[in-house]
């Protein structure tokens, strides 16, 4: 079995903050973890992911997700906001479950960048 | 090559009535998947392909749904009966993954079919 949770469905930060969208999961065989990202009237599209190796993994648009296993966490940050990161992250978990791949996805956080 | 396409766009229609919805996924895809997006609900999952089986109905909310995939590769999602809780955005993915092995799993996600039931 397995589980995403991410801790506030809508996060605000002013233009040039650091952005911090929290993503916890819980899973029985070690997982792949994936951030995608949907911007209004668009499709979702994969913004990062980790399988295996290194477990901070860079992104595109200067996003950056670090797995800890400890904490069972893989937190998106971004160290300043731009206007055009406005968008809904959506952290999704993928493993082995009945024999196949199972991808399970969070709720969704909405991002809000203010000026 | 192209990536995954959906049709319709926009689907409305009146309650009672069927409706298909199409997905086209990325060529040699061999697994897709069936997600449905509701306002404040995030990503529902519906159902998944391994090729023309699937392994996975438990998202299928009630027997009015059902899919189908042929040939490896279109695959039509059929709501029978529609019912206005059924209005939502309807999202097809497909990713590049062997049965049973670990894959990176990346889906790419076409853009949607937006159904609204009056």
């Known amino acids: 079995a397995q589980s995403v949770t991410q801790l506030g469905s809508h996060v605000s930060v002013s233009e040039g903050a650091l952005v911090l969208l929290r993503c916890n999961y819980s899973?029985?065989?070690?997982?792949?973890l994936f951030w995608y990202v949907q911007y209004p009237n668009q499709g979702l599209q994969l913004l990062l992911k980790?399988?295996?190796?290194?477990?901070l993994v860079k992104g595109i648009t200067g996003f950056e997700a670090e797995l800890k296993k400890s904490e069972t966490s893989f937190h998106l940050t971004k160290p300043s906001a731009h206007m055009s990161d406005a968008a809904e992250y959506f952290c999704?978990?993928?493993?082995?479950?009945?024999?196949?791949?199972?991808?399970?996805f969070g709720i969704g956080t909405k991002l809000q960048v203010i000026p | 090559g192209a990536g995954v396409s959906q049709s319709p766009s926009n689907k409305v229609t009146e309650k009672g009535k069927d409706v298909e919805l199409r997905c086209d996924p990325i060529?040699?895809?061999?697994?897709l998947y069936w997600y449905r997006q509701s306002l404040g609900q995030g990503l529902e999952f519906l159902i998944y392909?391994?090729?023309?089986?699937?392994?996975?109905k438990s998202g299928l909310p009630s027997d009015r749904f059902s899919a189908e995939r042929t040939g490896g590769s279109v695959s039509t999602l059929t709501i029978q009966r529609t019912q206005q809780e059924d209005s939502a955005v309807y999202l097809c993915?497909?990713?590049?993954?062997?049965f049973g092995r670990g894959g990176t799993d990346t889906q790419y996600f076409g853009p949607g079919t937006r159904l609204t039931v009056l």
């Open positions: 993915a497909s990713s590049l993954i062997a």
């Open positions: 899973s029985s065989v070690p997982p792949y």
């Open positions: 980790y399988t295996t190796g290194a477990t």
């Open positions: 999704a978990v993928s493993a082995l479950s009945g024999g196949y791949q199972k991808v399970t």
């Open positions: 060529s040699g895809h061999t697994a």
């Open positions: 392909f391994q090729g023309n089986s699937a392994p996975d």
